[in-house]
C-alpha cells in the first residue's frame, strides 16, 4: 500500500505540476537582474522582481504577458523610465502593483490598460511631469493611488474616478487654475488623502506651506474648457435674438470664403471681370489698320489739297511701319477718329 500511494504521488508532481504549483511565490530580488526571467512557471500568483536593474522593454513585456495568473506584482527599485501602452495588459488578475522608487518620466495613456482588478497602485518616488487624466481611466477597481514624491504640478482627474485612499504629498503643486479641477474632486469626493500637512502648494510663493485642499484660488480668473463653451452658447442669442442672426453669419462666410476661392482658381475670368477686355495683335492686325485708315480718310470731308497732300504722308509713313512681334496688346477702347480728326 505505501508503495502504490508513493507511485500516485509521483505520478501527480510529475505529470500535473500545474496543479502542484497552483500557490507560488517567486522572489527575485537583488539579484542584478537586467530582464524579468523567462524560466518563470506560468502559474505564479506573487511575483517579486525588487532592486534589480529591470528596464520593462519589450522582452519583459512579453515574459509579463505569460503570467496570466499573477495578482502582486512588485517592480519597485529598478531603472524604468517609460511606462508604454499595454506595458501590463494580459495580468487581468493583478491585485497589487508596485513600481516605486523607478526613474520613470512618461506614463503613456494606456499604460495600465487590462488591469481591470487592480485595487493598489503605487508609483512613489519617480520623476513624473505629467498625467494624463484618462490613465487612469481602465482601472475600475482601483482603491489606492500613491503617487508621492514625484514631479507634478497640476493633476487633472474625472469626476467618475473612485478612489478610497490618495497620497500626493512631496510633489511641487501649482495652487492656480490648473489645480482647479484636484482642487474640487477633492472637496465633492469621498477619499482619504493620506499626509495631507505635507501635501502643500509649491507655487505661488503668497501660498506656500498651504494645503492644496484649502488653498484659495480665484475662480473668476480660470475658465475652463466646458466654461468656455457655454459662455458662448449663452452670448450667442444676445447677438441676434435668433438663429437669423447665426443663418446670416454663415451664409456671409460661405460667400466671402467662395469668392475667394474662385479668384484664386479662376484667374482668367477674375481679370476679364475687373478689367478691359484685351487681346494680342495678329500679324494681320496691319492690314485691317490699314483698311480702317482708308475707310477713315475717305469718310472724313476734303478740307484742301494741302490736308489731301499731308493726310498721303502720314498715311505712306504708316503702312511702311510694320510692328513686330513685342507683346504688346491693342486697346479697343482707344477711338482711332481721334487720330484722323488730328491730322
Known amino acids: 500500500m505505501k508503495v502504490s500511494w508513493l507511485m500516485i504521488w509521483a505520478e501527480i508532481l510529475f505529470l500535473n505540476p500545474v496543479t ?3 500557490n507560488v511565490t517567486c522572489e527575485e530580488s537583488g539579484k542584478n537582474l537586467h530582464s524579468i526571467p523567462t524560466n518563470l512557471y506560468q502559474n505564479v500568483i506573487k511575483l517579486s522582481l525588487k532592486n534589480n536593474k529591470i ?3 519589450d522582452t519583459d513585456k512579453k515574459v509579463l504577458q505569460r503570467l496570466t495568473n499573477l495578482t502582486e506584482l512588485y517592480l519597485n ?3 524604468i523610465t517609460v511606462l508604454y501602452n499595454n506595458s501590463f495588459c494580459n495580468l487581468t488578475k493583478l491585485t497589487v502593483l508596485d513600481i516605486s522608487n523607478n526613474h ?3 506614463v503613456h495613456q494606456a499604460a495600465f490598460a487590462g488591469l481591470n482588478q487592480l485595487s493598489k497602485l503605487n508609483l512613489f518616488h519617480n520623476n513624473i ?8 481611466t481602465s482601472l475600475k477597481s482601483l482603491t ?6 514625484n514631479l507634478l504640478k497640476s493633476f487633472n482627474i474625472k469626476s467618475s474616478f473612485k478612489l478610497i485612499t490618495i497620497i500626493l504629498a512631496g510633489n511641487p503643486w501649482n495652487c492656480s487654475c490648473d489645480l482647479l479641477d484636484l482642487q474640487k474632486w477633492l472637496t465633492i469626493s469621498n477619499v482619504t488623502m493620506e499626509n495631507e500637512n505635507n501635501t502643500v502648494c509649491a507655487f505661488p510663493n503668497t501660498k506656500k506651506i498651504i494645503s492644496i485642499r484649502t488653498a484659495v484660488i480665484q475662480t473668476t480668473d480660470c475658465i475652463t474648457h466646458e466654461d468656455f463653451f457655454l459662455v458662448c452658447f449663452k452670448e450667442l442669442p444676445l447677438l441676434g435674438k435668433s438663429w437669423t442672426f447665426l443663418v446670416g453669419v454663415l451664409g456671409f462666410v460661405l460667400s466671402t470664403t467662395l469668392l475667394i476661392f474662385t479668384a484664386i482658381k479662376c484667374p482668367t475670368w477674375y481679370r476679364y471681370l475687373i478689367s478691359y477686355s484685351h487681346r494680342r495683335l495678329k500679324e494681320n492686325d496691319p492690314e485691317m489698320f490699314e483698311q480702317e485708315f482708308s475707310a477713315d480718310m475717305n469718310s472724313s470731308p476734303t478740307v484742301s489739297g494741302t490736308n489731301n497732300e ?3 504722308v502720314i498715311f505712306e509713313k504708316i503702312h511702311s511701319f510694320v510692328p513686330e512681334e513685342d507683346g504688346f496688346i491693342e486697346d479697343k477702347y482707344i477711338d482711332t477718329h481721334g487720330i484722323s480728326e488730328e491730322s
Open 129 to 136: 511631469t505629467q498625467l494624463d487624466s484618462d490613465v487612469f
Open 20 to 22: 502542484a504549483d497552483c
Open 310 to 312: 499731308h493726310s498721303i
Open 144 to 149: 489606492v493611488l500613491n503617487l508621492q514624491d
Open 55 to 57: 528596464t520593462l522593454n
Open 77 to 79: 527599485e529598478n531603472v
Open 104 to 106: 520613470i518620466i512618461t
